[in-house]
């Protein structure tokens, strides 16, 4: 889809459902928290779960929180996981621009700090949030214990899919967003968040995102080769959300060969494919995500215990 028809899509879902976003605030009830940024704007965020590690999810272009509810649940079982709203969407207030995602990880990092969320971290990162979640292991590798690509972006992924913006008879598939067709089938919070991203904030913020995906992923491209050499899982989808090209390389292919790429950002890392879903892992395959963020924090855990056992020894 091209940028024009993006955004014209945004425009549209921003003038449906904005009268009942109090009422729905008020059937749900939040609870989770505000931090205040620079004096200047809010972030929402809610976390559960003790453990060693706290997991961090963020989400793709103009997901919605309360898609990622049921992981958070599953996983706060076993560790401290926080969600959060990034600037101009759900519940958190506009942020400065451009939104990139060299900004949205300083503002992230501003965030967990000020509300005094240790870590190391565990980045969880879906599509777009993928992007947020390698640049954040570059810039705070000390603070960084594992990674989580969600069906990531790809630093190079603008170059090797550009054709896509010029195929206006191909056969579209959506392959990000949020999922609320059916609205008498969402929970409270789903409702909720799909009015609030529907709002006008969110949707600038998600056009603002859309314009400024190739700056993101130069920011990406330039830091990639210095991740730190933490546990890497890159969960794939499995079913074809791309269209072909005639007398091409499927696109499809090309997406699966950046995301094995994905696997070379470190020496601890390994692929799954999520056989049964598309795009929407965190919906449509919660549990691949659960099970193997476990993976990540279980490698992690023993990596730290063994640089202790070593540095005792060395004591």
Not at 51 to 72: C, F, H, M, S, Y
Request: aromatic share 8%.
């Amino acid at each position: 889809m091209s940028l024009i028809k993006q955004v014209t899509t945004c425009m549209l879902l921003a003038c449906t459902g904005l009268v009942s976003a109090n009422t729905l605030y008020n059937e749900y009830k939040p609870e989770g928290e505000f931090v205040l940024l620079f004096n200047a704007f809010r972030i929402y965020f809610h976390c559960q779960g003790e453990g060693r590690e706290t997991v961090v999810i963020d989400a793709g272009i103009g997901d919605a929180l309360a898609n990622w509810l049921p992981v958070q649940e599953k996983l706060s079982g076993h560790t401290r996981v926080c969600l959060y709203d990034r600037a101009g969407y759900g519940l958190s207030d506009p942020g400065p621009g451009p939104r990139t995602t060299a900004q949205i990880t300083f503002e992230l990092y501003a965030w967990l700090k000020k509300a005094g969320i240790e870590g190391p971290y565990v980045l969880v990162g879906h599509s777009f949030g993928g992007y947020t979640a390698q640049f954040f292991a570059s810039q705070f590798p000390q603070e960084t214990a594992g990674l989580v690509l969600v069906d990531s972006s790809h630093s190079r992924q603008v170059k090797r899919l550009a054709k896509l913006d010029t195929l206006e008879d191909a056969p579209r598939k959506s392959v990000g967003g949020y999922r609320f067709e059916d609205e008498s089938r969402l929970t409270p919070a789903q409702k909720l968040w799909k009015h609030l991203n529907a709002q006008r904030k969110s949707v600038w913020t998600q056009m603002d995102e859309l314009g400024s995906f190739r700056d993101s992923a130069d920011e990406v491209n330039g830091i990639v080769k210095h991740l730190p050499p933490v546990p890497l899982a890159v969960l794939t989808r499995g079913r074809s959300q791309l269209p072909t090209i005639p007398g091409d390389k499927s696109m499809e292919t090309v997406w699966h060969e950046m995301q094995e790429d994905l696997t070379t950002m470190s020496p601890h890392s390994w692929q799954v494919i999520a056989r049964d879903s598309g795009h929407s892992i965190h919906q449509e395959a919660p549990e691949v995500i659960v099970e193997n963020t476990l993976k990540v924090i279980r490698q992690a855990s023993l990596a730290r215990d063994n640089s202790a056992a070593a540095s005792g020894d060395d004591d």
